[in-house]
């Protein structure tokens, strides 16, 4: 799951897109022709379907507007692959580049997502926004199932890092977004790896 959004000229982040990849399949939802996308609502928000995202904080506050609330069963790569070992903030792109060797075309991180018809070159970068996500997850949870006791605690430690965006994302809708403060959580990831890594020394050498 992925969103595209506008927010230069305005407080809250203007929703123009939304890619799901679902079932194998690519879908790009028009929110701008479909007010409210009621029909992804429920989805969005039922715990039984784990959503897979990127960077995942700027995305549940695009989608409050649909959803009411955070989303919930979200696993987000770039935390994932942060608890890792991999640079707290890496993108997606890099991301893809490095577990699956595949070099991404990122050319319209700046586009104008308002204008219509979108152009193909936008299409294209949109459906790739969403096409690799599975693959990156089921990597991630595999590196972490196999990385024993420390893998549990990273994914002990990933839940409480994804309840922590959904509720700063609920606290921050209600008052001024722009100031929602969760760049922190590369410090948090840093730190968490530190003492897992210092803890897994001293029982080493115990």
Same mark, same amino acid.
């Given at each position: 799951?992925?969103?595209?959004?506008?927010?230069?000229?305005?407080?809250?982040?203007?929703?123009?897109?939304?890619?799901?990849?679902? &079932?194998?399949?690519?879908?790009?939802?028009?929110?701008?022709?479909?007010?409210?996308?009621?029909?992804?609502?429920?989805?969005?928000?039922?715990?039984?379907?784990?959503?897979?995202?990127? &960077? &995942?904080?700027?995305?549940?506050e695009?989608?409050?507007?649909?959803?009411?609330?955070?989303l919930?069963?979200?696993?987000?790569?770039?935390?994932?692959?942060?608890?890792?070992?991999?640079?707290?903030?890496?993108?997606?792109?890099?991301?893809?580049? %490095?577990?699956?060797?595949?070099?991404?075309?990122?050319?319209?991180?700046?586009t104008?997502?308002?204008?219509?018809?979108l152009?193909?070159?936008?299409?294209?970068?949109?459906a790739?926004?969403? &096409?690799?996500l599975p693959?990156?997850?089921e990597?991630?949870?595999?590196?972490?199932?196999?990385?024993?006791?420390?893998?549990?605690?990273?994914?002990?430690?990933?839940?409480?890092?994804?309840?922590?965006? %959904?509720?700063?994302?609920?606290?921050?809708?209600?008052?001024?977004? %722009?100031?929602?403060a969760?760049?922190?959580?590369?410090? %948090?990831?840093?730190?968490f790896?530190?003492?897992e890594?210092?803890?897994?020394?001293?029982?080493?050498f115990?």
């Amino acid at each position: 799951l992925d969103t595209e959004f506008m927010r230069e000229r305005t407080f809250h982040p203007l929703l123009c897109l939304v890619q799901l990849a679902v &079932a194998g399949k690519i879908l790009l939802v028009d929110p701008l022709a479909i007010p409210g996308l009621p029909a992804l609502a429920a989805p969005l928000v039922d715990p039984g379907r784990v959503k897979i995202l990127h &960077a &995942a904080r700027q995305d549940l506050e695009a989608l409050l507007p649909v959803t009411g609330q955070p989303l919930a069963a979200v696993f987000d790569t770039q935390i994932a692959a942060g608890l890792l070992g991999f640079p707290a903030q890496i993108g997606y792109g890099e991301l893809v580049r %490095r577990l699956l060797g595949i070099k991404l075309h990122k050319g319209h991180t700046r586009t104008d997502w308002t204008r219509r018809p979108l152009s193909r070159e936008q299409l294209i970068y949109a459906a790739e926004d969403v &096409a690799h996500l599975p693959a990156l997850a089921e990597l991630l949870d595999e590196r972490l199932a196999a990385a024993g006791s420390i893998g549990r605690r990273c994914t002990e430690q990933f839940g409480e890092f994804m309840r922590r965006v %959904r509720r700063e994302t609920a606290i921050g809708a209600a008052r001024q977004p %722009r100031d929602l403060a969760i760049g922190g959580f590369g410090d %948090r990831i840093a730190a968490f790896l530190e003492h897992e890594h210092r803890h897994a020394e001293q029982a080493e050498f115990a």
